[in-house]
């Protein structure tokens, strides 16, 4: 028999060892597809993880940027700021300084004060637009955030601790300290109100 008439048998063997082979093949090919997915899965989780924690990176940093930006424009006229609340203060004294019945008498002395009023009261809406508020803590109990006590007083029918004195307003800017109130606090004792002292150098 010649060579060309045996391959046709040879061809059938190798088709018989492949058949018989099948099942397990399959199975074994079935698992590596399964393997793939798996792995595939798992990355792509992995993947997606990694984004949305970028995502959320980027959108924190974006409000803190926007924080800042805000902040800094709040803020900037903050030095400035406590150069007005003095020129506030000036004023304020200069009217305290005018007695009433001086008033009345000097229409010189009128005229000056109402303008000294007119223009305290421009400035203080000028304060107001930019956030600027002041502190006037009479009858409040002393705060360390806003308040400096410069002295306490005794026998004042008051708890301790409560300003019944202020020398120098304070001030805040969009509610950020600008200037402490200078106050004088009541001091406590066995027989007042309260009878507690209150420690005011925090």
Known sequence: MSEEQNKPAEAEVDTTET???GPEGAAQAAGD???RVAKLEAEVASLKDQLLRQMAEVENTRRR???DREDASKFAVSSFAKELVTVADNLRRALDAVPAEGREKDEMLKGLAVGVEATERQLFAA??????KKI???GELFDPNFHQVMFEIEHTGKPAGTVVQVLQPGYTIHGRLLREAMVGVAKGGPNE???QHVDTKA
């Open 19 to 21: 058949a018989n082979q």
């Open 33 to 35: 597809a399964g393997d």
């Open 65 to 67: 940027a926007q924080r």
């Open 127 to 132: 304060f107001d637009r930019a956030g600027i």
């Open 136 to 138: 006037d803590p009479t």
């Open 193 to 195: 109100a309260g009878g």
